[in-house]
DNA sequence: TTAAAAGTGGACCGCTGGGGTCCATGTTTA
DNA sequence: TAAACATGGACCCCAGCGGTCCACTTTTAA
């Protein structure tokens, strides 16, 4: 059971761009991160419809974080880049199990579930920025609330 | 996320085993669970050699299980029929991470990842077993204590 | 004593989906 | 108007999962 490689991707972009003040354009992720340009164009396209990111087009064009990475929870971008999560094809849709209505374990399936999302559910992208060591040097807030028209 | 048919399998069977009194052979097991003979052969393997359940071979061999069904938790049969967890790469060996040592995201998914464990940890096979109506027929407690020579 | 019926071990195999590429197109600015 | 960006979608490859098969061992019933 392993996350998809996409995910990951996804986090150390959002993690990039929470990192930097300014937007960044696709090859500056790429490189940065080491991550294949054209895949990460795909995945930065699902994390715009998503709504995590905003794009510009043209030539000064690039991506930035549409809400403060506190309030970016990894559970957001594991749903984007993987379904929502389903650990057995049998739970959600409610019929592809053979056992039908009276399975005695898919109610425990879908606690077990549930436990796993709230698992995601509970890390916020603020965690994973790597540690201001300077005493603010001048770069204080960052990303904390200048974008927060987005209170939903 | 997925988890794998091998584990989904493995549950079934197990429980298929807890709820039987008598041991059952692999032909029992498959038909009743409609698992691929072959297949659950592989997985039941596995289970024998995990401890989880013992096996009798010759003519009238089978399977049953080790312990109370109380006693296994859903998380030693995940780590039986998958590997130990590990939603990334780079969690575990200590090395693979492009970024080495000061990666700032590695601890929180080692959070994550502790979490979903205890996810599985938390979940017993006996929570999976069919709800028994009848008010004790006669076979009463069935796996409870008779085998509690294991009680690591 | 031997054949049937059970488990064991491991090689093998097909196919699906994730990871990745490519190209054509739309959009903005120098 | 061309360069530099993002977008959309078709396409491809291949590791690994799900599954099969066969040779072998062990036990019991006849």
Redesign the interface.
Known sequence: ????RSL?YA??SL?CLASSRRPMDLGAIAEKE?IPRAYLAKIMRTLVRGGLVSSTQGRTGGYRLRKPAGRIR?LEI?MLT?GP?????CIGDGGSC?ASA?C??KP?WI??EQ??N???R??TLK?????KTNGGKGAGKRFEDPLSQERG
């Open positions: 059971m392993q996350v998809s990951e986090v150390r993690v080491r990894l594991y993987e999560s389903k650990l057995l094809p053979s009276s005695s374990q425990v606690k077990v436990a796993v709230e698992a995601f509970n890390v965690e994973m920025l790597p540690k």
